[in-house]
């Protein structure tokens, strides 16, 4: 019976770390889909800026 309870209680660690990677992993992904949207819209907002910057400094002469 205790050999059982032990291995009842090393699958359930084991399950853990399975669980901990697919977090790890699915937090990768984000991360590589938030970097390469900030890289395809980094020159627009980066235009949007400069034309916010030449607005007002437009404006305050």
């Known amino acids: 019976m205790q050999k059982t309870l032990n291995l009842i209680r ?3 660690r084991e399950e853990d770390g399975v ?3 697919e977090y790890a992993l699915l937090a990768a992904l984000i ?3 938030i970097i390469a949207t ?3 819209l980094s020159a627009q907002i980066q235009a949007t800026f400069t034309t916010i910057t030449n607005t007002l400094a437009t404006a305050n002469g």
Request: aromatic content about 8%; cysteine-free.
């Open 10 to 12: 090393a699958f359930a």
């Open 19 to 21: 669980t901990a990677i």
């Open 31 to 33: 991360a590589i889909a």
């Open 38 to 40: 900030v890289n395809l």
